[in-house]
């Protein structure tokens, strides 16, 4: 996988999860969401809650 072998590069611990194969997760858990292939194919209301619980599983960005 790609982003394990990017992941690896920066010597930091990767924390990959799947979403629907993971228990719950935490508010402010990721510091990255990523989803392909998936998103446009999600009628408007579903859509929404994704992407909702995209930025809710996110941390705060911090700017420089």
Do not use: I, W, Y
């Not at 935490?26 to 909702?52: E, I, N």
């Amino acid at each position: 996988m790609v982003a394990r072998r990017n992941a690896a590069q920066t010597g930091l611990p990767p924390n990959f999860k799947r979403a629907g194969r993971s228990p719950a997760v935490p508010d402010a858990t990721f510091d990255v969401v990523m989803s392909r292939l998936v998103v446009h194919h999600l009628p408007g209301d579903l859509k929404r809650r994704g992407l909702a619980e995209m930025r809710r599983v996110l941390k705060r960005a911090e700017c420089a």
